[in-house]
């Protein structure tokens, strides 16, 4: 599973509330990355980050911001949760010299 | 099979049977490709890679076959079992851009 925790796991927010989903990993990986998984859709690239407060958009980042002060935690946060963020959120390191993405196992999230 | 984006088709084999699960890439500048396994509730499980210098790779009961000619990846698992009864998705990257496909749902019946 390399080492990758995510919490919560299941959430139900309201409109317009925020919300934080913070990744966490034991060994020490300089990319971090946040994925949506919805029906249909092949996994879509939020936020990445590259090292300690090295950040930089994915191609639906609208919405979404995120915040990595230690290497270990990367976290993604919701500013005013709407329903289409309702979804399934997975993190992911990079790992090797192919830069293999070895995911966690995901928040699901429901935004009533 | 599946394209990047588009909606998840479904295979349905026989335990024993060998499945062929099939995706079509779209960035002829993609240099490595990775197959993943999604069981239900769970996060993508990596289980094999192959570089855009190889069209073959085995692995454990898989084997990914990659033609660059067409822009096609495959998965080939053996002698399939219940086990095997997941999603299974091809990512394809270029330039450290990893894309995603949005997968093939496999089920093996008894």
């Known amino acids: 599973d390399a080492g990758i925790t995510q919490s919560p796991r299941h959430k139900v927010t309201e409109t317009g509330t925020p919300v934080t989903l913070r990744c966490h990993q034991t060994?020490?990986?300089?990319?971090m990355y946040w994925y949506r998984q919805d029906p249909g859709h092949g996994l879509r690239l939020i936020h990445y980050s590259y090292g300690v407060k090295d950040t930089d958009k994915g191609e639906v980042s609208d919405g979404y911001s995120v915040s990595r002060s230690k290497t270990e935690d990367f976290l993604l946060t919701l500013e005013s949760a709407t329903s289409s963020q309702t979804s399934v959120y997975f993190c992911?390191?990079?790992?090797?010299?192919?830069?293999?993405?070895?995911f966690g196992p995901g928040t699901r999230l429901l935004v009533l | 099979g599946e394209s990047v984006g588009l909606h998840l088709p479904t295979l349905s084999v026989q335990e024993g049977d060998n499945s062929i699960i099939n995706c079509a890439y779209s960035n002829s500048a993609s240099d490595y490709f990775i197959w993943y396994k999604q069981e239900s509730g769970k996060g993508p499980q990596f289980i094999i890679d192959i570089r855009s210098n190889m069209d073959k790779r085995q692995g454990q009961r898989v084997t990914v076959l990659l033609n660059k000619t067409v822009k096609h990846l495959s998965l080939q698992i053996a002698a399939t079992q219940p086990g095997d009864s997941a999603v299974y998705f091809c990512?394809?990257?270029?330039?450290?851009?990893?894309?995603f496909g949005a997968g093939t749902r496999l089920t093996v019946k008894p």
């Open positions: 060994e020490n990986h300089r990319y």
């Open positions: 992911a390191i990079r790992a090797g010299v192919t830069g293999t993405q070895y």
């Open positions: 990512a394809e990257n270029a330039f450290n851009d990893m894309r």
